[in-house]
């Protein structure tokens, strides 16, 4: 199966590890709309978010790793975002989120530019706040 996450999970494709648990994983998204945009996906390939038998423990690592970015970067809000029609494996998109109007909403063509040293930094800050 030509699946991105499964290869992710295999280990086959390098990637920036946010935190894990036996069953999920969440990662920096190669393609962020802001910085800090982390991806978190159950270790099983479903297609859908509501094909995962366990949903309720799915969002509840979701809300973890949402609140270890909030938390991270001291921010108010986290836009969450389900779509599914870009990779075919189950994903919810975690996007923080500035109130002062920067953020670049919905938008999955505009990607932000994110440095190296950027990326670094707030990997850092989450995977600690998600540690905490
Ligand atoms: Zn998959």
Redesign the pocket.
């Known amino acids: ?1 030509d ?1 991105i ?2 290869k992710i999970i295999k280990g086959e494709i390098p990637y920036d590890k946010v935190g894990e648990t036996d069953k999920f994983l969440a990662f920096l998204d190669i393609r962020p709309l802001a910085v800090g945009h982390v991806l978190v996906i159950p270790k099983e ?1 479903f297609r859908w978010i509501w094909d995962v038998p366990y949903v309720g423990e799915y969002f509840e690592y979701v809300a973890k790793v949402a609140n270890a970015q909030k938390k991270a970067l001291g921010l108010d809000m986290v836009k969450s975002i389900v779509v599914g029609d870009e990779v075919h ?1 189950a994903h919810v998109h975690l996007v923080p989120y500035e109130s002062s109007g920067k953020a670049r909403g919905f938008d999955f063509t505009r990607f932000a530019e994110v440095s190296k040293q950027e990326k670094d930094e707030v990997l850092k800050k989450i995977r600690d706040s998600i540690n905490l």
Do not use: I
Request: hydrophobic letters at 35%; proline letters at 0%.
């Open positions: 199966m699946c996450f499964c390939h494996h």
